[in-house]
């Protein structure tokens, strides 16, 4: 039989605001916004201009912000109306924004070191009594442990590089493609992650997915199908516009955003696998893997991409795959870059501790329904942005196929809400209470990537 749950009337419930309390309210709200900015910030960031420590002076389209390499010196270049000769170049550096988002996610210690030192601060003042009590009639304790605090698990975790791998591969695979699709195309194409999740749980951790599992990620796929679609379709209609790139460009990008979730999804495999029997805080796992993550950026990963081969500026005989020395110069040169540059490390550190705080306080369907406001905001932000801004080279078109991308969405949030059982069918089997502890619980979040997801 066909039953679906109250769970939507339950979030129906949510606009009332009066079952929660004010601390929950403010971190549902906190990371629904720090997650925005965070998608935002980074677009931006790609849409940017800049000069840099080796830009030449070239052509460009004013009307869209688009380079003209066919007009090849000044004269030819404002010969023609509605170009301009600048010494700006587009700011085009993915492994340096993963730079920043491992020192965002690095900055997750902060929280960590701030509630242990509460803790620590609260149990010393509940056993200061115990204490003065013991030394008042001078006798001691059998349990010699009475007084000791709780014990907690060290900093230091070598066993996090691992995940640290992964999580450096694909924010940057996610990142590059976000330079060939639309920040809400890139938003709605990561929630593919729950496909290559339950297929890698069942390969992997052998675990047995129910029925509405499986509808769930067929549903899905589906969704992807039609986003994906629309982008490609979308590209006649874009124009000359700086964010609009050919088909191969945008199929190119859409696979990498795909491919950037299959790397997330081994990532949640091999933290399962190694960290959930240790039982580190979640905090913890995000800031040493920001702490791993930036130290591999800093000294293997950045020098390695500037001697790469690439079509970059640089000292090299050639030039780099990425020049990210270019790349701070430009930051350091605009305010405004840099401005979304440190608002996308700060919201990073923020979605963070909201997200885990959310699935504790609350549970993770919570955050779904959270993320799926997410894009909507996103979407909603990036047209804002195109429409309402005086630069044209932002922001996000709205085409005919826009209507194809809006129903791809929907699809997917069904397909996301019968995965995670917000909608119910109780002939799947989304009435039986789950045996697994895994990805499968909507109320669960025992490993740190689904109780905070970074990007």
């Known amino acids: 039989?066909?039953?679906?749950?109250?769970?939507?009337?339950?979030?129906?419930?949510?606009?009332?605001?009066?079952?929660?309390?004010?601390?929950?309210?403010?971190?549902?709200?906190?990371?629904?916004?720090?997650?925005?900015?965070?998608?935002?910030?980074?677009?931006?960031?790609?849409?940017?201009?800049?000069?840099?420590?080796?830009?030449?002076?070239?052509?460009?389209?004013?009307?869209?912000?688009?380079?003209?390499?066919?007009?090849?010196?000044?004269?030819?270049?404002?010969?023609?109306?509605?170009?301009?000769?600048?010494?700006?170049?587009?700011?085009?550096?993915?492994?340096?924004?993963?730079?920043?988002?491992?020192?965002?996610?690095?900055?997750?210690?902060?929280?960590?070191?701030?509630?242990?030192?509460?803790?620590?601060?609260?149990?010393?003042?509940?056993?200061?009594?115990?204490?003065?009590?013991?030394?008042?009639?001078?006798?001691?304790?059998?349990?010699?442990?009475?007084?000791?605090?709780?014990?907690?698990?060290?900093?230091?975790?070598?066993?996090?590089?691992?995940?640290?791998?992964?999580?450096?591969?694909?924010?940057?695979?996610?990142?590059?493609?976000?330079?060939?699709?639309?920040?809400?195309?890139?938003?709605?194409?990561?929630?593919?992650?729950?496909?290559?999740?339950?297929?890698?749980?069942?390969?992997?951790?052998?675990?047995?997915?129910?029925?509405?599992?499986?509808?769930?990620?067929?549903?899905?796929?589906?969704?992807?199908?039609?986003v994906g679609l629309a982008s490609v379709l979308a590209i006649k209609e874009e124009g000359d516009d700086e964010n609009s790139h050919s088909k191969s460009q945008t199929v190119l990008g859409i696979s990498l955003v795909l491919g950037a979730q299959v790397v997330s999804a081994t990532q949640m495999v091999i933290e399962e696998t190694y960290l959930k029997k240790r039982k580190l805080p979640a905090l913890q796992v995000v800031g040493m893997e920001g702490v791993f993550g930036a130290c591999l950026m800093v000294l293997v990963v950045l020098p390695v991409v500037y001697v790469i081969p690439g079509d970059q500026e640089s000292r090299m005989h050639h030039n780099s795959y990425e020049n990210s020395l270019d790349g701070l110069e430009m930051i350091k040169n605009n305010g405004t870059l840099a401005f979304f540059c440190v608002l996308y490390c700060l919201s990073i550190t923020f979605y963070n501790f909201c997200g885990l705080a959310v699935t504790k306080s609350l549970s993770a369907v919570h955050r779904t329904l959270i993320d799926a406001c997410r894009t909507i905001l996103v979407w909603a932000c990036d047209l804002m942005i195109r429409y309402a801004g005086k630069q044209k080279g932002f922001g996000e078109q709205w085409t005919h196929w826009s209507f194809l991308q809006l129903g791809g969405f929907v699809v997917l949030l069904i397909g996301t809400a019968l995965y995670n059982r917000v909608i119910r069918i109780d002939a799947l089997g989304s009435n039986l209470v789950d045996e697994s502890t895994g990805v499968s619980a909507p109320s669960t979040g025992t490993d740190k990537r689904k109780q905070v997801q970074h990007n």
């Open 1 to 226: 039989s066909l039953s679906l749950s109250l769970s939507w009337l339950h979030l129906a419930a949510v606009a009332t605001m009066g079952q929660f309390t004010a601390v929950q309210i403010a971190l549902m709200i906190g990371m629904l916004i720090s997650g925005s900015i965070n998608t935002l910030s980074k677009s931006i960031q790609n849409s940017s201009r800049q000069k840099g420590l080796y830009t030449e002076f070239h052509c460009r389209k004013v009307d869209g912000n688009k380079d003209a390499p066919q007009f090849h010196n000044r004269t030819s270049c404002e010969a023609h109306s509605g170009y301009d000769w600048t010494d700006k170049s587009k700011f085009d550096a993915p492994w340096l924004q993963t730079l920043i988002m491992f020192i965002g996610e690095a900055l997750a210690l902060v929280g960590l070191f701030g509630i242990r030192w509460y803790k620590r601060r609260k149990q010393s003042r509940e056993m200061e009594p115990l204490i003065q009590r013991e030394a008042a009639i001078n006798t001691t304790s059998d349990d010699s442990s009475a007084g000791e605090a709780t014990p907690t698990p060290k900093i230091w975790q070598p066993i996090l590089l691992l995940p640290t791998l992964c999580d450096l591969v694909g924010t940057t695979l996610a990142g590059i493609g976000l330079l060939y699709v639309y920040a809400s195309v890139w938003q709605m194409l990561r929630g593919s992650i729950i496909i290559f999740t339950g297929i890698f749980s069942v390969v992997f951790l052998k675990r047995k997915l129910r029925p509405f599992h499986w509808l769930g990620m067929g549903v899905t796929s589906i969704g992807l199908l039609l």
